[in-house]
């Protein structure tokens, strides 16, 4: 007699299997359940619309004594910071916020604190006033350097 699933295990919401690996998916509040490969393909195709291909800061020992050097990008050398998203990618922003007239659509994040620290998440819906500060994508004010030797011909 083959194993059966039953219904031991939630179904995922996108392909309707039933799997061990479905549960609510989102840091902040519940984006939906689904099973792992199915969260990891929404997941790439929200990072790839949105920009949000930065790798994620490495873990350091709380209690190590090593210099932790702020991430530079590497095209332009100016100081990113890296930020988790609500989708478990992580994004590339600005250290400084600036007013919302300033940076376009599409560029405009937000921190939003959780108990496990600050999600990046885009704005979208209900636009911000022209003077409230947002953090723009990191891509907006990249101007490579062309003295950098990858730039160089």
Same mark, same amino acid.
């Given at each position: 007699?083959? @194993?059966?699933?039953?219904?031991? $295990?939630?179904?995922?919401?996108?392909?309707?299997?039933?799997?061990?690996?479905?549960?609510?998916?989102?840091?902040?509040?519940?984006? @939906?359940?689904?099973?792992?490969?199915? $969260?990891? +393909?929404? @997941?790439?195709?929200?990072?790839?619309?949105?920009?949000?291909? =930065?790798?994620?800061?490495?873990?350091?020992?709380?209690?190590?004594?090593?210099?932790?050097? =702020?991430?530079?990008?590497?095209?332009?050398?100016? =100081?990113? +910071?890296?930020?988790?998203?609500?989708?478990?990618?992580?994004?590339?922003? &600005?250290?400084?916020?600036?007013? =919302?007239?300033?940076?376009?659509?599409?560029?405009?994040?937000?921190?939003?604190?959780?108990? @496990?620290?600050?999600?990046?998440?885009?704005?979208?819906?209900?636009?911000?006033?022209?003077?409230?500060?947002?953090?723009?994508?990191?891509?907006?004010?990249?101007?490579?350097?062309?003295? &950098?030797? $990858?730039? &160089?011909?």
């Amino acid at each position: 007699m083959g @194993a059966s699933r039953g219904d031991k $295990w939630p179904s995922c919401q996108m392909c309707g299997e039933r799997d061990p690996s479905v549960r609510g998916r989102g840091r902040i509040g519940l984006l @939906a359940e689904l099973c792992g490969r199915c $969260w990891n +393909r929404l @997941a790439n195709d929200i990072a790839e619309e949105e920009g949000a291909t =930065a790798t994620p800061w490495p873990e350091h020992d709380p209690d190590g004594t090593e210099w932790i050097e =702020a991430p530079v990008c590497e095209q332009c050398g100016a =100081a990113i +910071r890296v930020w988790p998203t609500n989708y478990d990618r992580w994004v590339s922003l &600005a250290t400084r916020p600036l007013p =919302a007239k300033d940076v376009p659509e599409r560029h405009r994040w937000r921190l939003v604190p959780t108990p @496990a620290g600050f999600v990046a998440v885009r704005v979208r819906g209900i636009q911000p006033l022209p003077d409230e500060l947002v953090f723009p994508h990191h891509r907006v004010l990249c101007v490579p350097d062309d003295d &950098a030797p $990858w730039h &160089a011909t």
